[in-house]
C-alpha cells in the first residue's frame, strides 16, 4: 500500500510535497569515531545508557555505528555503517500503529508524536533496521548534566516509544529564520547534530527534492545503495559504497 492510498483511507488527502530530507552516509569516509551517536544523544536528550541496559539490549541510541571485519589476520579491516531511522516513504512501522502515533509528513519525516504513542511497540516490532526504542524506565540525568539539556526537545517518558528524528527541532528552527529575513532555505541551512558533529564528513543532509543539493548529487554518482533495499520500503538515507584501492578482483587473479 503506497503511502497516498493509505493517507487517504484515514480521511487524509494526498500529500504535496515541497522538500523531502535524505542524507547520505559516505562509508569510505566514516572511521567510526561515534561523534555522531554522543551529539545525537547531547542534542535530543537521550538518557544515559548504562552497561546493563545494552546487555538487556534496551539501550536507546538513535544512531549507532555497525562495525564489520573483512579478511584475515593479519590482513583485517575495519568497515564502519552508521545507522539510524532510513525515514522511508512507505515506512512498515507507520501503519502498524492504532494510534497514528507515528506517520510520514509532507517534508519526507517518519515523525513520532509522543504524547500520543501508547506504547504497543508494533512499530518497533515492524522495523527491520532496528532503529525504534522503548522507554523502558523513566529518563534520568546526573544534577551536573540537568542544565544542559536541550529546551527544543521533549523529554520523552517511560512507556513510549522513539527514534530518531532528523533533528526536526533544527529543521524548524532553520524555517523560522529564514521565514524572518524573507528568503528561501538553501542546502547546508539545515544540519542535523550528527552531520555537524562528523569530523570526516560522511554524513551529508539535504534536499533530495533539490536537483543542485549535495545529498541528491551524491545518491546519484553511481557508489550509492540503500540498506534493504528489497523490501520496497523506499528509504530515504542512502549509502555511498567503500572505495578500497587495494581490494584484489576477480580479474586480477584470471
Known sequence: MSRNTWLKGLGRTSLAVERKWGMAVDADKCTGCQACVVSCQAE??????ESDHFLQRRAIQWIRIE??????????????????????????????CPVF???????GLNVQVYNRCIGTRFCANNDPW?????NFWE???????????NSDVTIRSRGIMEKCSFCVQR???????????GREIVDGDVTPACVQSCPTNALVFGDLNDPDSQVDKLRKGGRQYRILDHLGTEPSVYYLKKVDPHAVTEEAHA
Do not use: D
Open 44 to 49: 535530543n536528550n537521550i538518557p544515559l545508557n
Open 67 to 96: 562495525r564489520y571485519w573483512e579478511g584475515n589476520f593479519p590482513e583485517v579491516k575495519a568497515r564502519f555503517v552508521p545507522m539510524l531511522c532510513q525515514h522511508c516513504e512507505n515506512a512498515p512501522c507507520e501503519p502498524v
Open 101 to 107: 502515533a507515528t506517520y510520514h509528513n509532507n517534508e
Open 130 to 134: 532496528n532503529v525504534r526504542f522503548f
Open 139 to 149: 529518563p534520568v540525568w546526573p544534577e551536573t548534566m540537568r542544565n544542559q539539556l
Open 171 to 181: 529543521i524548524r528552527r532553520t524555517v523560522r529564520e529564514v521565514t524572518r529575513e
